[in-house]
């Protein structure tokens, strides 16, 4: 007998353990037994070979249509060859299946007999094919004399066929025998789920989900299973996040309460504007986080604009009050001047302590970034590490090894997209022993699941509402295929400027880079573009030779010298300039308030986020915003569809939907932790938000009562194997 944690060898025996280990790895009976079918195959209907894409891995139940063996000889051997042709049907559609000198496997392929076929989809002469595909005749068909008759009686017992995720070497019928060697002799496997946790929820045993998801006596049963072993793992994974939320209440922080009548309030005063009844909130909330005795851990999200930055300097201020220092990390260099420049403005004489014009109370805001020269970076060290900036603002620059903070109590992390877990890790290592308070920022709504999932360790805090006085941006889809509405659109540019407003142009590239480093164009299997994006040099020469020949246009983008970059955003800033033509490199948080229109040029090579981030640049002050997206996407293709959507709904969590229902699984959660990826097979952050949600209360509720999981010993083994996945994906990652 066999347990989840033998060796495959002794239980399958060396060739097929040999086989699976190559083919993929696996060297358990748990690994086996952990490759879940894909799919359920019905015997009895036969796949729908027009759902096969091109260049996919595949695992065909079809009949035999034609048989055709042709002789030739082989060029300059003269040796005599076979080729056998096979068209195999689903009664609808066909493909064909070529096998070279296989005469006597492929003898078994006569007309009307049922095969699963698996190999990689390919394409012969404009017709997709299976060249040398693994097959196994399941039905001989009626009528037909057969010699493979243990195959075919086998077949028909079984109606029901798990198809597995297959590779050249291995069919998805050979894992299927090995499965099934390895559950004959497999004990009966202890369930890690605690028990009240199972009768609570109704679910199947593990042993038996197992064994059912493997043989399935039909589709109810192998879908009972799959939700079993679907909410093990929402569960297994809420209990890691639950578990280290508790531990994150046993770490000692320095609680950094707010002082009355210093700066933080002293701020508040001079605040120009009201704050928005979700900024009161979530700042009374991050202020009694912050005053606590264990590390605040909290994201805030809100739409471009919605006043994150207002908040986190509230924060940040509350710190500096209580002795500590608070470090702002941003994802880019033009983020990071910027996020310096518009603290120092707000402010204003509370940022210049030891100067004459200075408060005697205030602190100092230190920058730091890659490209500051020698002395200056010189003094911010020095700032730095001697605590009389209280405030530092900065790019990875701030994570080396040089940078000393005499007390770092605050992190701020700026759109955590960009910014990687171990780059979190590495900043609050600088607050030495005690870890620092985190709040992390971002601007792109992030859909519920997928914050319960991949930031589930954070608490979560949303600014739903703009500033008062926002005025709205309208949205418009401009065809290639209608000259004059572009035309048109280089009109309101000219007229807005004539009014004192500015523009912004994005393009996908800068231009004159090699082609692999262009932007990956958003997969559509329905159109592909045909040319390269365009570029922001083509751009702008164009649009300064034509319609926007009067204006002054200037062009923005990352390969640039941080020092003209800086001083194009300041001339965009201070009005100096009409019309910016640049890269991506203002999609987050640039803020310009005179600025009234984004043109987006092949607007279909961006995802739906950045649109609506790109988007968020305008209409930031009392001017109404206009957004241009300009896109060769034929009406009706989901790449336009998509571009309508964009243009459809300004709700950023609407869209966030949007983008995660067309993005890939494995996309939404591999950007960000592609361990996680691993250790979840079965569960979709698309489409069980409400199990994990679930999932989440009951595992709260387990580890508030037992934190360690000393009276669930099982359960604590699935929770340190999905952890040490993750760690192996981190690897892999880096
Ligand atoms: P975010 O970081 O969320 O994109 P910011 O904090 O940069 O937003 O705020 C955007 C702009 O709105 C800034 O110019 C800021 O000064 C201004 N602002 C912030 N909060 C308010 C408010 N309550 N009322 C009016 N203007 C505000
Ligand atoms: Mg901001």
Known sequence: MATLEDKLGPTLGKRAANALEKAFGFTTVRDLLTHYPRRLDDRGALTDISSLTLGEHATVLARVQTAREARYRVKGTGRQATRTEVVITDGRRDISVTFFNQQWRAGALRPGVVAFFSGKVGLFNGRRQLVQPLFEVLDSGRGAADLDAVEVEAGETKRFWPIYPATAAMSSQQVARCVETALAVLDEVPDPLPAEVRRARDVVGYDEALRLLHQPPGPVEFERARDRLRFDEAFVLQTVLAQRRSLARTLAAVPRPRRPGALADRFDERLPFELTSGQRDIGDVVAGDLARTYPMQRLLQGEVGSGKTVVALRAMLQVVDAGGQAALLAPTEVLALQHHRAIM??????????????????????????????????????????????????????????????????????????????????????????????????????????????????????????????????????????????????????????????????????????????????????????????????????????????????????????????????????????????????????????????????????????????????????????????????????????????????????????????????????????????????????????????????????????????????????????????????????
């Open 345 to 734: 403005a707000m402010l204003g004489p509370l940022a210049e302590a030891g100067m004459l014009t200075g408060e005697d109370a205030g602190t100092r805001v230190a920058l730091l970034t890659g490209s500051a020269g020698a002395a200056q970076r010189r003094t911010a060290m020095l700032d730095i590490a001697s605590g009389s900036a209280g405030i530092v603002v900065g790019t990875h620059a701030l994570l080396q090894e040089k940078v000393q903070f005499a007390e770092l109590g605050l992190v701020v992390v700026d759109e955590q997209h960009r910014f990687g877990v171990e780059q979190r890790a590495a900043l609050t290592a600088k607050a030495g022993f005690t870890p620092p308070h985190v709040l992390v920022m971002t601007a792109t709504p992030i859909p519920r699941t997928v914050a319960m999932t991949v930031f589930g360790d954070l608490d979560v805090s949303t600014l739903r509402e703009l500033p008062a006085g926002r005025s709205q941006v309208q949205t418009t889809v401009v065809p290639a295929e209608q000259p004059a509405w572009l035309e048109r659109g280089w009109q309101r540019v000219r007229e807005e400027a004539a009014a004192g407003h500015q523009t912004y142009v994005v393009c996908p590239r800068i231009g004159g880079e090699p082609e692999s480093a262009m932007e990956e164009p958003v997969a559509d299997e329905s159109y592909q573009p045909r040319r390269p994006p365009v570029a922001v040099a083509d751009v702008a020469a164009d649009l300064v030779a034509g319609p926007l020949g009067d204006l002054r246009v200037y062009v923005l983008h990352g390969r640039m010298p941080a020092d003209e970059k800086d001083d194009v955003m300041r001339r965009f800033a201070a009005g100096d300039i009409d019309v910016l033509v640049s890269t991506t490199v203002i999609e987050v948080g640039v803020d310009v308030a005179n600025a009234s229109v984004m043109v987006v040029m092949d607007a279909d090579r961006f995802g739906v986020s950045s649109l609506h981030q790109l988007r968020g640049r305008v209409g930031r002050g009392s001017v109404p915003g206009l957004c241009l997206l300009v896109t060769e996407a034929p009406t009706g293709s989901p790449s336009r569809e998509r571009l309508d959507a964009v243009a459809s709904t300004s709700d950023g969590f609407e869209l966030s939907q949007l983008d995660l229902e067309t993005r890939r699984e494995g996309d939404v959660l591999g950007a960000l932790q592609s361990g996680r990826r691993s250790s979840l097979k079965l569960l979709s952050v698309v489409r069980d938000g409400d199990l994990i949600a679930r999932a989440r209360e009951v595992a709260e509720q387990l580890v508030s009562v037992d934190p360690l999981l000393d009276r669930h010993p099982l359960l604590a083994a699935e929770v340190a194997r999905m952890l040490s996945e993750e760690q192996a994906g981190y690897l892999e990652m880096s």
